[in-house]
Protein backbone atom coordinates (compact mmCIF):
# COMPACT_ATOMS: atom_id res chain seq x y z
CA UNK A 1 0.00 0.00 0.00
CA UNK A 2 1.52 3.47 -0.92
CA UNK A 3 0.84 5.92 2.03
CA UNK A 4 0.71 9.26 1.71
CA UNK A 5 3.78 10.42 3.84
CA UNK A 6 5.21 8.08 0.99
CA UNK A 7 4.79 9.97 -1.62
CA UNK A 8 6.03 13.48 -0.08
CA UNK A 9 9.31 11.31 1.09
CA UNK A 10 9.67 10.08 -3.06
CA UNK A 11 9.11 13.61 -4.23
CA UNK A 12 11.93 14.80 -1.77
CA UNK A 13 14.18 11.57 -2.66
CA UNK A 14 14.06 12.27 -6.62
CA UNK A 15 14.32 16.17 -6.43
CA UNK A 16 17.39 15.74 -4.00
CA UNK A 17 18.87 13.17 -6.73
CA UNK A 18 17.78 15.95 -9.50
CA UNK A 19 19.84 18.43 -7.46
CA UNK A 20 22.97 16.31 -6.85
CA UNK A 21 22.45 16.03 -3.18
CA UNK A 22 23.36 12.35 -3.13
CA UNK A 23 23.30 11.43 0.54
CA UNK A 24 20.06 13.24 1.23
CA UNK A 25 18.23 11.21 -1.30
CA UNK A 26 20.13 7.96 0.21
CA UNK A 27 18.43 8.83 3.25
CA UNK A 28 14.99 9.37 1.45
CA UNK A 29 15.49 5.93 -0.34
CA UNK A 30 16.40 4.22 2.41
CA UNK A 31 13.10 5.79 4.42
CA UNK A 32 11.02 4.80 1.55
CA UNK A 33 12.14 1.31 1.66
CA UNK A 34 12.19 0.53 5.43
CA UNK A 35 8.07 1.13 4.02
CA UNK A 36 8.53 -1.11 1.11
CA UNK A 37 11.21 -3.56 1.63
CA UNK A 38 10.55 -4.93 -1.70
CA UNK A 39 9.53 -2.08 -4.10
CA UNK A 40 12.00 -2.59 -7.09
CA UNK A 41 11.97 1.25 -8.19
CA UNK A 42 13.21 2.43 -4.57
CA UNK A 43 16.19 -0.27 -4.86
CA UNK A 44 17.24 0.72 -7.78
CA UNK A 45 17.21 4.57 -7.33
CA UNK A 46 18.77 3.80 -4.08
CA UNK A 47 21.16 1.83 -5.74
CA UNK A 48 21.70 4.30 -8.58
CA UNK A 49 22.64 7.21 -5.78
CA UNK A 50 25.10 4.90 -3.90
CA UNK A 51 27.18 4.03 -8.02
CA UNK A 52 27.33 8.23 -8.42
CA UNK A 53 28.35 8.29 -4.50
CA UNK A 54 30.84 5.63 -5.40
CA UNK A 55 29.66 3.67 -2.27
CA UNK A 56 30.50 -0.12 -4.30
CA UNK A 57 29.10 -2.20 -0.99
CA UNK A 58 25.86 -0.43 -0.59
CA UNK A 59 25.49 -0.09 -4.41
CA UNK A 60 25.59 -3.80 -5.11
CA UNK A 61 23.33 -4.62 -2.15
CA UNK A 62 20.78 -2.37 -3.63
CA UNK A 63 21.36 -3.37 -7.20
CA UNK A 64 20.75 -6.79 -6.76
CA UNK A 65 17.75 -6.71 -4.69
CA UNK A 66 16.03 -4.72 -7.54
CA UNK A 67 17.49 -7.60 -9.66
CA UNK A 68 15.83 -9.84 -7.48
CA UNK A 69 12.37 -7.56 -7.30
CA UNK A 70 12.16 -6.76 -10.91
CA UNK A 71 8.84 -8.35 -13.01
CA UNK A 72 11.03 -8.71 -16.10
CA UNK A 73 14.73 -8.49 -17.33
CA UNK A 74 15.98 -5.03 -16.25
CA UNK A 75 19.25 -4.00 -17.90
CA UNK A 76 19.83 -1.28 -15.57
CA UNK A 77 19.71 -2.88 -12.50
CA UNK A 78 22.36 -5.78 -14.11
CA UNK A 79 24.54 -2.97 -15.42
CA UNK A 80 24.77 -1.20 -12.22
CA UNK A 81 25.49 -4.20 -9.99
CA UNK A 82 27.93 -4.84 -12.78
CA UNK A 83 29.90 -2.09 -12.08
CA UNK A 84 29.62 -1.93 -8.38
CA UNK A 85 30.78 -5.60 -8.22
CA UNK A 86 33.73 -4.77 -10.58
CA UNK A 87 35.25 -2.26 -8.64
CA UNK A 88 35.09 -4.59 -5.35
CA UNK A 89 36.86 -7.29 -7.05
CA UNK A 90 33.89 -9.20 -6.92
CA UNK A 91 34.47 -10.91 -10.47
CA UNK A 92 31.88 -13.91 -10.15
CA UNK A 93 29.39 -11.48 -9.59
CA UNK A 94 30.33 -9.35 -12.51
CA UNK A 95 30.13 -12.09 -14.66
CA UNK A 96 26.73 -13.37 -13.89
CA UNK A 97 25.31 -9.56 -14.49
CA UNK A 98 27.12 -9.21 -17.92
CA UNK A 99 26.05 -12.96 -18.56
CA UNK A 100 22.67 -11.70 -17.85
CA UNK A 101 22.69 -9.05 -20.14
CA UNK A 102 24.07 -11.25 -22.75
CA UNK A 103 27.18 -9.78 -23.37
CA UNK A 104 30.11 -12.66 -24.30
CA UNK A 105 33.37 -12.13 -21.82
CA UNK A 106 35.94 -14.66 -21.86
CA UNK A 107 35.41 -17.85 -19.82
CA UNK A 108 36.95 -18.00 -16.34
CA UNK A 109 36.16 -16.79 -12.89
CA UNK A 110 38.23 -14.31 -12.26
CA UNK A 111 38.82 -10.55 -13.75
CA UNK A 112 37.56 -10.55 -17.28
CA UNK A 113 40.75 -9.69 -19.63
CA UNK A 114 39.67 -9.01 -23.42
CA UNK A 115 39.71 -6.62 -25.96
CA UNK A 116 36.34 -4.70 -26.10
CA UNK A 117 37.75 -1.68 -28.53
CA UNK A 118 38.55 1.92 -28.00
CA UNK A 119 36.64 4.26 -26.17
CA UNK A 120 37.10 8.05 -24.66
CA UNK A 121 37.23 8.20 -20.93
CA UNK A 122 36.67 11.86 -19.28
CA UNK A 123 38.71 12.14 -16.38
CA UNK A 124 37.20 13.85 -13.08
CA UNK A 125 33.89 14.33 -14.79
CA UNK A 126 33.01 16.11 -12.26
CA UNK A 127 35.73 18.59 -12.76
CA UNK A 128 37.63 19.35 -15.50
CA UNK A 129 36.59 16.59 -17.42
CA UNK A 130 40.11 16.45 -19.44
CA UNK A 131 39.02 13.20 -22.14
CA UNK A 132 41.97 10.52 -23.57
CA UNK A 133 41.85 7.43 -25.36
CA UNK A 134 41.53 3.88 -23.73
CA UNK A 135 41.56 0.50 -24.19
CA UNK A 136 38.59 -1.18 -22.96
CA UNK A 137 39.76 -4.76 -21.32
CA UNK A 138 36.39 -5.41 -19.41
CA UNK A 139 32.88 -4.38 -20.05
CA UNK A 140 33.53 -1.16 -17.54
CA UNK A 141 37.43 -1.08 -17.58
CA UNK A 142 39.63 0.74 -19.36
CA UNK A 143 43.39 0.97 -19.82
CA UNK A 144 44.83 4.76 -20.15
CA UNK A 145 46.27 5.14 -23.65
CA UNK A 146 47.14 9.36 -23.47
CA UNK A 147 49.39 11.16 -21.17
CA UNK A 148 47.01 12.84 -19.08
CA UNK A 149 47.57 16.13 -17.71
CA UNK A 150 49.04 15.69 -14.50
CA UNK A 151 46.63 17.55 -12.28
CA UNK A 152 43.95 14.73 -13.46
CA UNK A 153 45.56 12.53 -10.91
CA UNK A 154 45.52 10.09 -13.73
CA UNK A 155 48.35 8.59 -15.21
CA UNK A 156 49.12 7.05 -18.59
CA UNK A 157 48.77 2.90 -18.19
CA UNK A 158 46.18 3.55 -15.57
CA UNK A 159 43.29 0.67 -15.29
CA UNK A 160 39.91 3.19 -14.46
CA UNK A 161 36.46 2.14 -13.92
CA UNK A 162 33.98 3.65 -16.24
CA UNK A 163 30.41 3.64 -16.18
CA UNK A 164 28.32 2.01 -18.04
CA UNK A 165 26.38 4.83 -19.92
CA UNK A 166 28.01 6.67 -23.27
CA UNK A 167 27.93 10.08 -23.17
CA UNK A 168 28.54 11.23 -25.79
CA UNK A 169 30.93 10.38 -28.81
CA UNK A 170 34.39 11.54 -30.24
CA UNK A 171 36.42 11.53 -33.22
CA UNK A 172 39.58 8.79 -34.02
CA UNK A 173 40.87 8.01 -37.25
CA UNK A 174 37.62 8.35 -39.28
CA UNK A 175 35.46 6.67 -37.57
CA UNK A 176 33.88 8.05 -33.76
CA UNK A 177 34.15 6.06 -30.25
CA UNK A 178 32.25 6.05 -27.39
CA UNK A 179 33.08 8.80 -24.15
CA UNK A 180 32.50 7.27 -20.54
CA UNK A 181 32.92 8.86 -17.44
CA UNK A 182 35.98 7.56 -15.21
CA UNK A 183 34.48 6.38 -12.20
CA UNK A 184 37.78 5.53 -10.18
CA UNK A 185 41.33 4.06 -10.91
CA UNK A 186 41.11 0.69 -9.98
CA UNK A 187 45.05 -0.01 -10.98
CA UNK A 188 48.21 2.35 -11.03
CA UNK A 189 50.23 2.74 -13.62
CA UNK A 190 53.89 2.45 -12.53
CA UNK A 191 54.47 4.88 -15.57
CA UNK A 192 55.15 8.87 -13.86
CA UNK A 193 54.17 12.04 -16.06
CA UNK A 194 56.84 14.27 -16.57
CA UNK A 195 55.83 17.52 -18.79
CA UNK A 196 58.31 18.25 -20.46
CA UNK A 197 58.77 21.17 -22.51
CA UNK A 198 61.54 21.57 -25.42
CA UNK A 199 62.24 23.42 -28.05
CA UNK A 200 63.02 22.73 -32.00
CA UNK A 201 63.33 23.99 -34.98
CA UNK A 202 61.07 21.98 -37.72
CA UNK A 203 57.95 20.09 -36.97
CA UNK A 204 60.57 16.87 -37.22
CA UNK A 205 62.39 17.13 -34.36
CA UNK A 206 59.47 17.15 -32.49
CA UNK A 207 57.88 14.15 -34.07
CA UNK A 208 61.01 12.66 -33.69
CA UNK A 209 60.78 13.11 -29.76
CA UNK A 210 57.67 11.27 -30.07
CA UNK A 211 58.70 8.35 -31.43
CA UNK A 212 61.76 7.79 -30.05
CA UNK A 213 62.12 4.84 -27.20
CA UNK A 214 64.41 3.53 -24.73
CA UNK A 215 63.74 1.14 -22.00
CA UNK A 216 61.32 2.42 -19.28
CA UNK A 217 59.40 4.94 -21.44
CA UNK A 218 55.41 4.30 -22.34
CA UNK A 219 54.65 7.06 -24.29
CA UNK A 220 55.03 10.71 -25.30
CA UNK A 221 52.63 13.21 -26.50
CA UNK A 222 52.66 16.75 -27.59
CA UNK A 223 50.47 18.42 -25.65
CA UNK A 224 51.09 21.70 -27.06
CA UNK A 225 47.95 21.92 -29.78
CA UNK A 226 46.00 18.94 -28.11
CA UNK A 227 45.42 21.13 -24.86
CA UNK A 228 43.81 24.49 -25.84
CA UNK A 229 42.93 25.71 -22.30
CA UNK A 230 45.46 27.62 -21.50
CA UNK A 231 48.92 28.17 -21.94
CA UNK A 232 50.93 25.30 -20.27
CA UNK A 233 54.27 26.58 -20.07
CA UNK A 234 52.14 30.08 -17.92
CA UNK A 235 50.58 27.72 -15.52
CA UNK A 236 53.87 25.81 -15.01
CA UNK A 237 56.06 28.85 -14.59
CA UNK A 238 58.25 28.25 -17.22
CA UNK A 239 59.76 31.32 -18.75
CA UNK A 240 58.79 31.55 -22.54
CA UNK A 241 57.03 34.26 -24.70
CA UNK A 242 54.55 34.10 -26.47
CA UNK A 243 55.90 34.81 -30.26
CA UNK A 244 53.52 35.79 -33.32
CA UNK A 245 53.50 32.25 -34.66
CA UNK A 246 50.98 31.59 -31.67
CA UNK A 247 48.70 34.63 -33.09
CA UNK A 248 49.10 33.42 -36.65
CA UNK A 249 48.82 29.58 -35.80
CA UNK A 250 51.89 29.00 -37.64
CA UNK A 251 54.77 26.72 -36.40
CA UNK A 252 55.77 26.84 -32.72
CA UNK A 253 59.22 25.69 -31.79
CA UNK A 254 58.25 25.56 -28.04
CA UNK A 255 56.41 22.22 -27.63
CA UNK A 256 54.68 21.01 -24.26
CA UNK A 257 55.11 17.23 -24.40
CA UNK A 258 53.91 14.87 -21.85
CA UNK A 259 55.39 11.74 -21.23
CA UNK A 260 55.22 9.12 -19.12
CA UNK A 261 58.33 7.55 -17.71
CA UNK A 262 58.86 4.97 -14.94
CA UNK A 263 61.88 6.75 -13.74
CA UNK A 264 63.85 10.14 -13.58
CA UNK A 265 66.63 8.52 -15.48
CA UNK A 266 64.80 6.59 -18.59
CA UNK A 267 63.53 10.46 -19.37
CA UNK A 268 67.16 11.77 -19.13
CA UNK A 269 68.41 9.11 -21.19
CA UNK A 270 65.51 9.96 -23.91
CA UNK A 271 66.27 13.22 -24.02
CA UNK A 272 69.69 13.61 -24.26
CA UNK A 273 69.89 10.90 -27.10
CA UNK A 274 66.82 12.99 -29.01
CA UNK A 275 69.27 16.21 -28.69
CA UNK A 276 72.36 14.74 -30.01
CA UNK A 277 70.84 13.38 -33.09
CA UNK A 278 69.75 17.01 -34.50
CA UNK A 279 70.70 20.43 -34.00
CA UNK A 280 68.33 23.60 -32.18
CA UNK A 281 67.05 20.64 -29.76
CA UNK A 282 66.75 22.30 -26.47
CA UNK A 283 65.26 21.30 -23.11
CA UNK A 284 63.63 24.32 -21.24
CA UNK A 285 62.24 22.63 -17.44
CA UNK A 286 61.21 19.47 -16.42
CA UNK A 287 58.09 18.97 -14.49
CA UNK A 288 57.48 16.02 -12.25
CA UNK A 289 54.71 17.58 -9.99
CA UNK A 290 52.00 14.72 -8.39
CA UNK A 291 48.15 15.64 -8.34
CA UNK A 292 45.90 13.63 -6.06
CA UNK A 293 42.53 12.07 -7.61
CA UNK A 294 39.82 14.10 -7.23
CA UNK A 295 36.64 13.13 -5.74
CA UNK A 296 32.62 14.76 -6.71
CA UNK A 297 31.18 17.43 -4.00
CA UNK A 298 28.09 17.32 -3.56
CA UNK A 299 25.45 19.12 -5.48
CA UNK A 300 27.09 18.54 -8.19
CA UNK A 301 25.21 16.72 -10.71
CA UNK A 302 28.30 15.04 -13.06
CA UNK A 303 26.98 12.23 -14.30
CA UNK A 304 24.58 13.46 -17.06
CA UNK A 305 25.61 13.59 -21.02
CA UNK A 306 23.65 14.47 -24.27
CA UNK A 307 23.56 11.11 -25.19
CA UNK A 308 23.09 9.96 -21.65
CA UNK A 309 19.34 7.70 -20.98
CA UNK A 310 18.31 8.51 -17.51
CA UNK A 311 17.18 5.15 -16.88
CA UNK A 312 20.09 3.32 -18.46
Given at each position: ?????????????????????????????????????????????????????????????????????????????????????????????????????????????????????????????????????????????????????????????????NDGASTGRREIEGGTVPVFNAMARLVPSDFKTYAVFVGCDEP?????????????????????????????????????????????????????????????????????????????????????????????????????????????
Amino acid sequence: MFKSSDKKISKLAYAAMDAGQLREASEHFAALLRSQPDSHNYHYMRGLVHKYLRDWPVSLQHNLRAVETAREMDQASHWNAGIAATAMGEWAVARRQWQACSIKVPEGDGPVEGDFGLASVRLNPWGSGETVFARRIDVVRARLLNVPLPESGYRFGDIVLNDGASTGRREIEGGTVPVFNAMARLVPSDFKTYAVFVGCDEPADVEALLEASVPGIGYAEDWTHSVVHYCLRCSYGTPHRHDQADADEGWNGDRNVGIAAQSRASLDRLLTQWQAKGSGRRVDDIDDREHPETSPEEGQVWWRGRDEDDQA
